[in-house]
């Protein structure tokens, strides 16, 4: 039986040449997890299953910037280069934030519903905005 190493160049070059395909995936499911987390947070559902959402929500994160990481390996630096790994932090700063302090994040985003419903409401009464010909 012969064993065979892990083959990292072989990897990184698959995760180069199918690009398009692992973004649009990954970052689509990052956006859904993270979601997923804040709403289950401002719901005021269980920590266990908070909890589990963002243990879930961090592999595709990681994923992300490693994906990033094999082309920085290869010098290739563009704005998607750094774009990703903004969102794999903002998503992984999401549920930290979650997993860490969940009262207070749920006490931020009823401040932040009340806000936007004051805000919108002013404008639907207010209606000095529309032009009317």
């Not at 160049?9 to 993270?34: M, Q, T």
């Not at 269980?46 to 490693?66: D, E, H, K």
Request: net charge positive; glycine share 2%.
């Amino acid at each position: 039986m012969e064993v065979t190493m892990l083959d990292l160049n072989s990897i990184a070059e698959f995760s180069r040449c199918h690009c398009i395909g692992i973004c649009a995936l990954l970052v689509p499911v990052n956006l859904l997890l993270s979601t997923t987390t804040i709403f289950l947070v401002g719901a005021h559902r269980s920590v266990q299953l908070i909890y589990a959402t963002a243990a879930i929500s961090i592999w595709p994160a990681l994923a992300l910037f490693l994906h990033v990481a094999t082309w920085w390996s290869i010098g290739i630096v563009m704005l998607p280069t750094f774009i990703l790994p903004v969102l794999a932090t903002i998503c992984l700063a999401t549920q930290a934030y979650a997993v860490i302090n969940p009262h207070q994040m749920r006490t931020l985003l009823w401040k932040i519903l009340a806000f936007v419903s004051n805000k919108y409401r002013q404008l639907v009464t207010n209606r000095s905005w529309l032009i009317y010909h």
